[in-house]
Structures are given as structure tokens and as C-alpha cells.
């Protein structure tokens, strides 16, 4: 199933030149998540790696920590009035014993992450591992060359000029696994998904790139991934360096070239140009 890019037939205006043109446009589709059939989430996103989606999402709310944790994940077959499937709707089956989250009622925009819930601790989760333990290293060379190595992996950013991205990539700067989303937040939850359904949870000595900026919530994912450096094109919000320094997190901002701002866990960023403690590692498919 592709449905990331959908045509629309647009006006193009440039000064007094008028063009009717087709034009590709990054794809947003509700996915309702459903957990042992309860509906769980609803979030609007970018349809393609939907069940990374789905084990993403459930390692950020802390429910699980291993691809044994989950039984099966499925697509809702019948999933509108007249018995046919939008591929919208998931279904995700706990492992035995394995308890489920608590509902919270919450529902997930492509543009703002998870709304409505009261106060910060109520935000909250609680990581299984710990970033402050990661004693990995990285070149400031090394982190330079991210954003440039992330836009080259957007495919259909080509296409639309639509999606952010997330990639994971080593100490060493070879790219794991890069996803595309109309939601900063989708992105990783799609990496944390592969993360886990490929045995790779915790994510120690990595680095997460992110194509925007740093908010808590993607702050708070990279903390319940185990990943030790954040790293992002544009600005931090408060929360988000307040929450990084607490739990031991590299953050770094206005990633431009050489050029970059360190909020937190300052430690991990190696300005000589000897080789960090970092491994590399293989080039996987994403």
C-alpha cells in the first residue's frame, strides 16, 4: 500500500503568468490505533509504515519495551459502512501479561503531537532505560553532516515539499533508519517502531535527527527510545532543554552546517578531531 502522495490539479501564479498545473501533495489520513480492539488513539498522518506507527506509539507511551511485548498487529478489514477497507484502522494485540496502558482519551494532530491533557505531569511517561548512562561520543563533524545526510533520504519530500523527517543514524554518522510524516512526532514514533519490531530497543550510541525543531514531545520519545543525542534544524522549546538536561539527554539546535547551539549534555559533543566512542554501524534497510 502507497498512498503518501495524492495529485491535485492547482493554479500557479507568478507575477501575471497564470499556469494550471497537477501538483503532488504529502497524503493525511486519520489512523485509529486499537489495542486488543479498544480504540486507543486516533492520529493524523502520513499512511505508509503504519504498523511502525502503531509499536512507536506505544513504546513513547511506555507500554512496551520489546517486540515480544506485542502478539500481532493488523489492519480492521471492513473498516467502513459498506464493508470495505481504508487501511485506517489498526489493530494491536498485547502479548499474555503484558498490561495495557491506561486510556487516556486523547487524540493526536499531525501538527501539534498529543492535545488536551491537563497539566505536565500529566504528559509524563516513564522511560525504561537511561540516556544519562549512554557514554557514547560524537564528532562535531560528524553531527554536521546529519541534516544534509536526512534531506537526502527524503524520497517523497522530493515529491510534495510536505514531510518532516526523523532518521536514526550512528555515532558515526551512517544512517539505520529514516521516516517520513506530515508529524514531527509521527516520524518517530515510525523509528521507534522499527526500533523495537527489529530487536534494536534500547537505541544506545545513536543519534536522532529530526528535519524541525525540538519539542517536548519529541524530547520525552527520544528518552523512552534510550536514544543519547537528539539533534535539530531549528529551535527547542523550554520544556524540551529542561526535560533533556533532567534525564541526561544531548540536545542540540539550529543544526546549520558547522554551526549548531547545545542545550544540554554538552559532555557527548566532541569538538577534537579524533574518533569518537561511538561504533558504527552497518547500513541497514530502512
Given at each position: 500500500?502507497?498512498?503518501?502522495?495524492?495529485?491535485?490539479?492547482?493554479?500557479?501564479?507568478?507575477?501575471?503568468?497564470?499556469?494550471?498545473?497537477?501538483?503532488?501533495?504529502?497524503?493525511?489520513?486519520?489512523?485509529?490505533?486499537?489495542?486488543?480492539?479498544?480504540?486507543?488513539?486516533?492520529?493524523?498522518?502520513?499512511?505508509?509504515?503504519d504498523f511502525d506507527l502503531a509499536a512507536g506509539f506505544l513504546v513513547s507511551e511506555g507500554a512496551v519495551g520489546s517486540a515480544e511485548?506485542?502478539?500481532?498487529?493488523?489492519?480492521?478489514?471492513?473498516?467502513t459502512v459498506d464493508g470495505s477497507n481504508t487501511y485506517n484502522v489498526l489493530d494491536v494485540r498485547l502479548a499474555p501479561g503484558v498490561p495495557?496502558?491506561?486510556?487516556?482519551?486523547?487524540?493526536?494532530?499531525?501538527?501539534?503531537?498529543?492535545?488536551?491533557?491537563a497539566s505536565l505531569e500529566a504528559v509524563r511517561t516513564v522511560a525504561r532505560w537511561s540516556a544519562a548512562d549512554d557514554p557514547v561520543a560524537v564528532r562535531q563533524s560528524t553531527v554536521a553532516t546529519l541534516p544534509d545526510r536526512l534531506r537526502a533520504a527524503q524520497r517523497v519530500f522530493d515529491r510534495t515539499g510536505g514531510l518532516h523527517a526523523a532518521g536514526l543514524f550512528t555515532a558515526d554518522g551512517e544512517p539505520l533508519c529514516v521516516r517520513e510524516d506530515v508529524g514531527r512526532h509521527n516520524a518517530v514514533?515510525?523509528?521507534?517502531?522499527?526500533?523495537?519490531?527489529?530487536?534494536?530497543?534500547?537505541?544506545?550510541?545513536?543519534?536522532?535527527?529530526?528535519?524541525?525543531?525540538?519539542?517536548?514531545?519529541?524530547?520525552?520519545?527520544?528518552?523512552?527510545?534510550?536514544?543519547p543525542v537528539l539533534a535539530a534544524v531549528s529551535a527547542p522549546s523550554s520544556l524540551a532543554v529542561e526535560l533533556a538536561a533532567e534525564e541526561g539527554l544531548t540536545l542540540i539546535g539550529f543544526l546549520r552546517g558547522t554551526s549548531m547551539n547545545v542545550y544540554a549534555g554538552e559532555r557527548r559533543l566532541d569538538l577534537t578531531s579524533g574518533v569518537g566512542t561511538g561504533s558504527a554501524g552497518a547500513r541497514l534497510p530502512g
Open positions: 500500500m502507497s498512498r503518501v502522495a495524492v495529485k491535485r490539479r492547482i493554479l500557479r501564479v507568478k507575477d501575471s503568468a497564470r499556469l494550471s498545473k497537477v501538483d503532488s501533495l504529502a497524503a493525511e489520513e486519520p489512523l485509529e490505533i486499537r489495542l486488543d480492539g479498544t480504540p486507543l488513539t486516533v492520529t493524523m498522518r502520513t499512511p505508509g509504515d511485548d506485542i502478539a500481532t498487529i493488523r489492519y480492521c478489514a471492513g473498516a495495557a496502558p491506561e486510556p487516556r482519551n486523547f487524540y493526536t494532530t499531525s501538527s501539534c503531537g498529543v492535545c488536551g491533557k514514533d515510525k523509528l521507534l517502531g522499527w526500533a523495537l519490531r527489529n530487536g534494536r530497543l534500547p537505541l544506545r550510541g545513536t543519534v536522532l535527527m529530526v528535519s524541525g525543531r525540538a519539542s517536548f514531545e519529541l524530547v520525552q520519545k527520544a528518552v523512552m527510545g534510550g536514544v
